[in-house]
Nanobody
Framework: QVQVVESGGGLVQPGSSLRLSCVHS????????IAWFRQAPGKEREGLAC????????NYGSSANGRFTVSRDSAKNTVYLHMNSLKPDDPAVYYC???????????????????WGQGTQVTVSS
């Protein structure tokens, strides 16, 4: 059974950093893509970053804006989203999602990703 589980959200002050984790089940397929999305109340889900297991290549959405970085630890079956300089407009539920069809890591196509976690809440407030 394919599973992805996010963790690491919480309440932080503006300007702080936070690292989110996405633990994925040990896929029997050789390669996959993992992406991070977020959704704030009343807003559409937006893609932030994607990483390919095959070669570690990454793709970033405009919302990542140079402040977010995606990385992986294959030994731990974990993908991370490192977020720096958090702002008051960053609060949202952050999701990770897996694509086993090896589509091109598109961040404007949530339907490309078949497996989603339950999300982790990030709140930015002083």
């Amino acid at each position: 059974q394919v599973q992805v589980v996010e963790s690491g959200g919480g309440l932080v002050q503006p300007g702080s950093s936070l690292r989110l984790s996405c633990v994925h089940s040990a896929f029997t397929w050789t390669h996959f893509n993992i992406a991070w999305f977020r959704q704030a109340p009343g807003k559409e889900r937006e893609g932030l970053a994607c990483i390919r297991s095959r070669d570690g290549a990454t793709n970033y959405g405009s919302s990542a804006n140079g402040r977010f970085t995606v990385s992986r630890d294959s030994a731990k079956n974990t993908v991370y989203l490192h977020m720096n300089s958090l702002k008051p407009d960053d609060p949202a539920v952050y999701y990770c999602a897996a694509d086993l069809r090896l589509l091109p890591c598109r961040l404007n196509r949530p339907n490309d990703y078949d497996y989603w976690g339950q999300g982790t809440q990030v709140t930015v407030s002083s």
